[in-house]
T-cell receptor, first 116, second 109 residues
Framework: GAVVSQHPSWVICKSGTSVKIECRSL??????MFWYRQFPKQSLMLMAT?????????EQGVEKDKFLINHASLTLSTLTVTSAHPEDSSFYIC????????????FGPGTRLTVT | GQNIDQPTEMTATEGAIVQINCTYQ??????LFWYQQHAGEAPTFLSY??LDGLEEKGRFSSFLSRSKGYSYLLLKELQMKDSASYLC??????????WGAGTKLIIKP
């Protein structure tokens, strides 16, 4: 149980365009999802916490107008990178709490974004 | 402030035992997770310790000492597939995971 999927697994886009990444909980309801970014050989960096039906909480330094997060249902959260630039190229990973009263995070497989 | 200290890289031999240490300083503490991350992949859960002591799960064991702000992950009977990064992640007072850079473990035949 507690499977999280992401789509797409990799994407290449041109500078200035927008890209949407989907994160789905397949066999459970996820009231809270997390979005991370990871640059090569660096630690996971939490970008935002996404709660179903409310606005996401962004970490300091993360532009909320650039990284749009929508968590409209208990099984789907989306991250849209708007006006992407080459420096946005990174590995984007979502996660969710899988079980009630458990703080174990189940991770999606990640999305590798390359902006040319 | 909040800080996590793990060795950057370790090397071990197939079949051997390796211990990956982690010291942490957090504002509040609600347990500590260990995750494994293979290159280019998302992290996968290994263990969660909330009380002091050793938790054993197959070839992997995790230890926690809350008073010392210290944990270790012990890997036995190392296999080549254990080559990965190991992430020590305390759960802070606000119930958010705090991620360090992890320890890259290289297994040699």
């Amino acid at each position: 149980g507690a499977v999280v999927s992401q789509h797409p697994s990799w994407v290449i886009c041109k500078s200035g365009t927008s890209v949407k990444i989907e994160c789905r909980s397949l066999d459970f309801q996820a009231t809270t999802m997390f979005w991370y970014r990871q640059f090569p050989k660096q630690s996971l960096m939490l970008m935002a916490t996404s709660n179903e039906g409310s606005k996401a909480t962004y970490e300091q330094g993360v532009e909320k107008d650039k990284f749009l997060i929508n968590h409209a249902s208990l099984t789907l959260s989306t991250l849209t990178v708007t006006s992407a630039h080459p420096e946005d190229s990174s590995f984007y990973i979502c996660s969710a709490y899988g079980l009630a009263e458990s703080y174990e995070q189940y991770f999606g497989p990640g999305t590798r974004l390359t902006v040319t | 402030g909040q800080n996590i200290d793990q060795p950057t890289e370790m090397t071990a031999t197939e079949g051997a035992i390796v211990q990956i240490n982690c010291t942490y300083q957090t504002s509040g503490f609600n347990g500590l997770f260990w995750y494994q991350q293979h290159a280019g992949e998302a992290p996968t859960f290994l263990s969660y310790n909330v009380l002091d002591g050793l938790e054993e799960k197959g070839r992997f064991s995790s230890f926690l000492s809350r008073s010392k702000g210290y944990s270790y992950l012990l890997l036995k009977e190392l296999q080549m597939k254990d080559s990965a990064s190991y992430l020590c992640a305390p759960l802070g007072g606000n119930y958010q995971l705090i991620w360090g850079a992890g320890t890259k473990l290289i297994i040699k035949p």
